[in-house]
């Protein structure tokens, strides 16, 4: 079970948990969160979303190692934002298929673990925003943007 810290610096919390052998390890990812705040105009956004990872050890083995990876993401995010005299609201929602190396460190007594993951993703992201009631924008973005990431977390 680990943490992305990270992702709790922009109120979204992921949790993984895995299932591992010496050479392979298999996880599922899940996040969600948000924020709401009314001062000095109501603003609000939320995050859901989820994913798999498939990892094998290059370099040593799951526990302490050199990783390479492959990752499939799905989130939807909504936001609101009311100031005097308009309501902005946008979504999004998209899916990316990401390759990475990780490099896994675990202390050699017990199973605090901490690991690194750098790479690049393809993603595939459609956004509507609309404003006034009356504006309405949509756009589809497909791009391949870099990937990195940190977990911590216990491995037992």
Known sequence: MSLAPLRVLVDV??????????????????AG?????????AKSHATLGGGVQAMHA??????????????????????????EFELTTGASHGAALGLFLAGRLTAAYGGLFA?????????????TTSCCGTLRDDATVRDVAPMAGLNVGWLW
């Not at 969160?33 to 105009?41: A, D, E, N």
């Not at 993703?121 to 459609?126: G, K, L, T």
């Open 33 to 41: 969160g948000g924020q709401s705040t009314t001062k000095p105009f």
């Open 115 to 127: 690991e690194g993951q750098l790479g690049a993703r393809a993603r595939w992201i459609s956004t």
């Open 58 to 83: 290059l370099l040593g083995d799951a526990r302490r190692g050199i990783l390479l990876g492959a990752e499939l993401r799905y989130e939807h995010k909504t936001s609101e934002s009311t100031s």
């Open 13 to 30: 919390v992921e949790l993984r948990g895995e299932w591992r052998n010496p050479k392979y390890v298999l996880a599922i990812l899940a």
